[in-house]
C-alpha cells in the first residue's frame, strides 16, 4: 500500500502561481512513474503531467509552456509549478503514483485549485 498527501491547493487570481506537492509513503517500489492529473465536475479525469524517476516528463497540452513537474527520488515527493494560471485550470489536482511492472497505481486524495478574480 502507498499513501499520497497533497498539498498547495487554493484560491489564486488569473495570471498567478501555485505549487502542488505530493509525498508517497508505504510500501514504495524503487521504479515508479509520478503524475499529476486534473478533474472538472462531470468530466473525465485528464493528464496534467508526469515525471519518470530519471527525469523524463511529459505534458497535456493545457499545461504545456504554463506547467512544470518536478520529482525528489530521496523523498518521494513529486511537485506541480504552476504559473500564468487561468480560470479553466480550475479543478481538483489528483496525485498519481504509478509504479511499474503492472503493478497497481495509487492516486492521493485530489486537492481544488480555484482560479478566480
Known amino acids: 500500500q502507498v499513501q499520497l498527501v497533497e498539498s498547495g491547493g487554493g484560491l489564486v487570481q488569473p495570471g498567478g502561481s501555485l505549487r502542488l506537492s505530493c509525498a508517497a509513503s508505504g510500501s514504495i517500489f524503487s521504479g515508479y512513474t509520478m503524475g499529476w492529473y486534473r478533474q472538472t465536475p462531470g468530466a473525465q479525469r485528464e493528464l496534467v503531467a508526469t515525471?519518470?524517476?530519471?527525469?523524463?516528463?511529459n505534458y497535456g497540452n493545457s499545461a504545456k509552456g504554463r506547467f512544470s513537474i518536478s520529482r525528489d527520488n530521496a523523498k518521494n515527493t513529486v511537485h506541480l509549478q504552476m504559473n500564468s494560471l487561468e480560470p479553466e485550470d480550475t479543478a481538483v489536482y489528483y496525485c498519481?503514483?504509478?509504479?511499474?511492472?503492472?503493478?497497481?497505481?495509487?492516486w492521493g486524495q485530489g486537492t481544488q485549485v480555484t482560479v478566480s478574480s
Open positions: 515525471i519518470a524517476p530519471g527525469g523524463t516528463t
Open positions: 498519481r503514483y504509478s509504479p511499474w511492472g503492472g503493478h497497481v497505481p495509487s
